[in-house]
């Protein structure tokens, strides 16, 4: 199974920008990537997805906002987060699922402060 470590979270101003990194164990060149979020007594919700052909879709409450990206190069996914408001507060968790196998990283925290 893939091990992902995700990135880059912290304390943002509402406004303002912070880019998530996933790297993952082994090649995730074959596989659909997604980046979800959760607060605290809510479910995990998707956030963006991007395929192995590099298709992406987004909830709606972040399009226009957040962008993902992937480089198999360096077995990596990213989030560009711009415009961040105060309800993007959350863990925010990598994903990556193949054919067989589906695997989460460990989460990384995300504030916004108004």
């Known amino acids: 199974q893939v091990q992902l470590v995700e990135s880059g979270g912290g304390l943002v101003q509402a406004g303002g920008s912070l880019r998530l990194s996933c790297v993952a164990s082994?090649?995730?060149?074959?596989?659909?990537m997604a980046w979800y979020r959760q607060t605290p007594g809510k479910q995990r919700e998707l956030v963006a997805i991007?395929?192995?052909?590099?298709?992406?879709n987004y909830i709606d409450s972040v399009k226009g906002r957040f962008t993902i990206s992937r480089d198999n190069a360096k077995n990596t996914v990213y989030l560009q987060m711009n415009s961040l408001k105060p309800e993007d507060t959350a863990v925010y968790y990598c994903?990556?699922?193949?054919?067989?196998?589906?695997?989460w990283g460990q989460g990384t925290q995300v504030t916004v402060s108004s």
């Open positions: 991007i395929t192995s052909n590099s298709i992406a």
């Open positions: 082994g090649s995730i060149s074959p596989n659909t």
């Open positions: 994903n990556s699922k193949s054919l067989t196998r589906n695997s």
